[in-house]
């Protein structure tokens, strides 16, 4: 099966309006994921429209995001009403299918996962994006254990309204109280769905549930979550007061940004040595949702006191009430239609009769009587004495100017190609564009090609491949910068405290360390007083982080 020039290999996902595929482009052998969406399967062209237009938000801003923590979108088109997204492939499950694996997660992987997302968050609100569908789900862990955020279909530029207004974007039980109550939206929006899912990596549960959804935003907007000493008896305090302030309801009071959350958060849960997350509850998985904001107007003002439930009271108790709507009803009935009387019965007689009135001419002057009696005759005109008549010159030919009519101008003719500069840094990298060998180059380089929308992507070894997605002619140049391909090695040894050496060069760092290291082979040395140096090869893979355990026994 082919789509476009990709070589679909085999299904590795399906919703309800369409399929993921696992395909391959043959021109660089590069593995993809294909994201399909039906747009027929849409119930009106209304919702048509709002696939469409999220589809290409979604590439639109992951295509300007360039970060190892965030899937990279390769290119999108539409064709016989469906949508084909090409991305970046990830070998690993999602963040919500870990949570409800047979295996708790340990405490080691929730912070590294928040730690990452944290540090992948705080690049995109850097660049001006704000996800506004941070949830578990779009969430992905590649086998390696890189972490990397994708589904940024309901992004929002913040210099720039990416939906219309009073239309609520997102996951209900990860929605921010600013996102609910439709008011601006910042970087701290992301936080605030952040610390829910670290509330529920800790906790087991969510920190804000509801019957109905009126009810979840309500408590979002007005209440507090439980303590998580009640739900978690192994965590200490600290953890408790760091989630407060990132679910903080005001903007304003939260970490400065996401980084700064799940620093302080690790902090607070290393504080305690027995700590160790919950497991998660049986709960459902949430959809994105898009709402009108007027749906539920009980959420729109946050409370400014504690809401007590009373108990109900019995039924005949609350028969007056009953009784007091009906005359209230009765009442405002009487006087409506009391006032339509009024207006056809009395008001609109008198209007058309002063609208008669007005309407009549003024009467003629010559027609009033004066107190001076009746006015003269009228006397004829003096006529003048005749005089000589003088010779008339006979009239001039008058001679009409010539009208010539404008050309019309001629339309600027769209070009049909263009020369397009790519520059990389460092430059040497090759440039391949829509996936064909024949258009490839070095850069810095030009390359001439047809109007319309292409794909560039580079190559360069020991920088990660980039794409880019260009429209020609109105862009004729691209300048990318390259990410160094880069990868971690942890080292522990018993006993601890050795010196590492690497190609050579001896590290500042001691065993146990993490070192980040270039893509590639490096030669490892691992030294300690009084014992024998331990060798070895060590390959570094992008994105991968590899665990080295070195013992030289009892001493």
């Known amino acids: 099966m082919q789509i476009g ?145 994708t589904d940024f279909g309901v992004a929002k530029f913040t210099s720039q309204q990416a939906t219309s207004t009073g239309v609520l974007l997102g996951t209900p039980s990860y929605m921010s109280p600013e996102q609910i109550s439709d008011l601006k939206i910042s970087g701290r929006s992301d936080q605030f769905s952040l610390a829910v899912i670290a509330y529920q990596l800790l906790a087991g549960e969510r920190p804000f549930t509801g019957a109905t959804l009126p009810g979840l935003m309500f408590k979002i907007v007005n209440e507090e979550p439980a303590p998580l000493q009640r739900l978690n008896a192994s965590l200490g305090a600290a953890v408790d007061v760091v989630i407060r302030k990132a679910l903080h309801k005001e903007p304003a009071e939260r970490y400065a940004n996401c980084q700064a959350f799940a620093k302080a958060l690790r902090g607070a849960c290393e504080a305690k040595a027995s700590w160790k997350p919950m497991a998660a509850g049986k709960f459902e998985s949430e959809e994105t949702v898009a709402e009108p904001a007027a749906a539920a107007p009980v959420v729109m003002k946050r409370a400014s006191a504690p809401v007590v439930e009373e108990e109900a009271e019995p039924p005949r108790e609350r028969r007056w009430w009953l009784i007091v709507l009906v005359g209230c009803i009765v009442i405002f009935g009487i006087l409506a239609l009391s006032r339509q009387m009024l207006e056809t019965w009395v008001r609109e007689p008198e209007a058309k009769r002063k609208a008669a009135i007005l309407a009549q001419p003024p009467p003629k002057v ?32 008058k001679r009409e100017p010539v009208k010539v009519k404008a050309r019309p101008k001629p339309e600027p003719e769209r070009m049909t190609e263009a020369v397009v500069r790519v520059v990389t840094n460092p430059p040497g990298a090759k440039v391949i564009f829509d996936g064909q060998p024949r258009l490839m180059c070095t850069t810095p380089c030009d390359m001439t090609l047809a109007a319309g929308r292409h794909t560039l992507s580079t190559i360069l070894d020991g920088y990660r491949s980039q794409s880019r997605i260009l429209l020609v002619p109105e862009e004729t140049s691209a300048v990318v910068a390259l990410d160094r391909a880069l990868g971690t090695l942890t080292i522990r040894t018993t006993p601890a405290g050795a010196t590492i050496v690497i190609d050579g060069v001896e590290r500042a760092e001691k065993t146990p360390a993490s070192l980040t290291l270039p893509v590639g082979r490096h030669k490892l040395e691992v030294i300690r007083q009084g014992l024998a140096k331990q060798e070895q090869d060590v390959l570094i893979k992008d994105r991968v982080t590899t665990a080295i355990d070195l013992s030289w026994g009892t001493p």
Not at 20 to 41: F, M, N, Q, W
Request: net charge negative; charged share 25%; aromatic share 6%.
């Open 366 to 397: 010559e027609d009033r009587p004066s107190a001076l009696g009746p006015a003269p005759p009228p006397q004829p005109p003096a006529q003048p004495e005749p005089q000589a008549a003088e010779p008339v010159a006979p009239p001039a030919t």
């Open 5 to 149: 020039r990709y070589r679909v290999i085999r299904e590795i996902g399906r919703g309800a309006m369409g399929v993921v595929y696992l395909a391959e482009d043959p021109a660089i052998g590069r593995t993809v994921a294909i994201k399909t969406i039906r747009l027929s399967e849409a119930a009106s062209e209304e919702e048509r429209k709002f696939l469409r237009d999220r589809l290409f938000r979604e590439a639109r801003s992951a295509g300007i995001l360039s970060h190892p923590g965030i899937v990279t979108i390769y290119d999108i088109y539409e064709e016989d009403n469906v949508c084909y997204v090409f991305m970046e492939y990830v070998d690993g499950p999602t963040l919500e299918k870990m949570m409800h694996g047979d295996t708790p997660l340990d405490g080691k992987t929730v912070l590294h996962v928040l730690e990452e997302t944290a540090a992948a968050l705080d690049y995109a609100h850097g660049k001006g994006i704000v996800h506004r569908d941070i949830k578990p789900a779009n969430i992905m862990v590649a086998s390696g254990g890189a972490v990397k955020i």
